[in-house]
């Protein structure tokens, strides 16, 4: 089945539920690997320079909450697939 074929099927709403829990689980990975980046570089930071920790800290909350709204719209997604 081309990629075409199951954009058509998810746009008429008929896409399996299975599928859509598959999609949203790889999806998660993203955001994961995502924070572990984040904070493995502010560990980094904050052991070579640890006078910059609140400045590394600081956009490392705000870069956090950026990678987490990916996990959520994906999550949403999922369930506008599924509905």
């Known amino acids: 089945m081309s990629a ?4 058509q099927e ?13 999609g949203y ?5 993203g955001p994961g690997i995502g ?6 570089s502010v560990i980094s930071g904050t052991a070579r320079q640890p006078e910059a ?3 590394l800290l600081g956009l490392a909350w705000t870069t956090f909450a ?10 949403v997604v999922y369930f506008i697939a599924t509905a």
């Open 66 to 75: 950026i990678v987490e709204v990916l996990a959520l719209i994906g999550f």
């Open 4 to 7: 075409l074929m199951i954009a």
């Open 35 to 40: 924070v572990g980046l984040i904070f493995s």
């Open 53 to 55: 920790r609140g400045v």
């Open 10 to 22: 998810a746009a008429n709403g008929n896409i399996n539920q299975g599928l859509a829990a598959i």
């Open 25 to 29: 689980g790889l999806a998660a990975i």
